[in-house]
């Protein structure tokens, strides 16, 4: 039921202000790169987010696509939809035909997926690892750690597309073990989106359970 959290992991909640000396070449590729995306009313991708721990020896791999516009999302992926319109927020499990109703708390940063982008403003230290090519394109690479130490992510590893400022891919590494890469294969900027793109209509799910956890 909570598999789409590993996607949205990477939003990992914090709450102690960024004070420590910052990296300002990273920190301006960083901005470069947030307002980017913030200066778009809305913004379509399809990625793969691969699961791997050596020790385990695990090793795997989800496809999917959300869609978002800026606190609202459509996120599909294994199975699962869920769909957040800023207030209400409807996790559906296609196997059960089965959707839970919440309320939306902005402050609870492990659903908002658009955090990818706003992440090093707060709680993270941030600095410049090197220029490095992925899928043959010059990226800007770039880490950040939490100034937390109690956070369960102790890196997170971006790429930034060194032409358009875009991210290409990104890594998180979490202190059990776990490594997680997430790879966008599609972005759309601006898709067309309206008040239904982000509300779960029932007449569209026939014999659906409802669950409201209101």
């Known amino acids: 039921m909570k598999k789409y959290l590993a996607l949205l992991a990477l939003s990992v909640s914090v709450s102690t202000a960024a004070s420590a000396q910052q990296d300002p070449k990273a920190g301006k590729i960083l901005d470069q790169m947030s307002a980017k995306y913030q200066a778009m009313k809305a913004f379509k991708a399809s990625f793969t987010q691969t699961l791997e721990n050596d020790a385990a020896k695990v090793k795997e791999n989800l496809s999917g696509d959300i869609t978002v516009s800026g606190q609202k999302f ?7 939809e869920v769909i957040n319109n800023g207030q ?14 919440s309320d939306y708390d ?14 090093y403003k707060k709680g993270y230290k941030y600095s410049y690892v090197e ?3 992925d899928g043959g394109e010059a990226v800007d690479v770039i880490e950040l750690a939490p100034e ?3 956070n369960p992510v102790f890196k997170v590893r971006l790429k930034v597309s060194k032409a358009d400022k875009s991210v290409k891919s990104w890594q998180m590494f979490k202190k059990n073990g776990n490594r997680y890469t997430y790879r ?3 972005f759309q900027p601006n898709p067309p989106v309206d ?6 209509d029932k007449t569209k799910y ?9």
């Open 106 to 119: 902005p402050e609870d940063q492990e659903i908002s997926p658009s955090q990818i982008y706003t992440l």
């Open 88 to 101: 209400t927020m409807w996790t559906y499990m296609k196997a059960e035909n089965e959707v839970n109703i």
């Open 74 to 80: 459509r996120l599909k992926m294994s199975g699962q």
């Open 131 to 133: 220029e490095a090519k």
């Open 184 to 186: 966008i294969s599609k």
């Open 195 to 200: 008040a239904t793109t982000f509300s779960f």
């Open 148 to 150: 937390d130490r109690s």
């Open 206 to 214: 026939k014999g659906v359970k409802v669950i409201d956890l209101r």
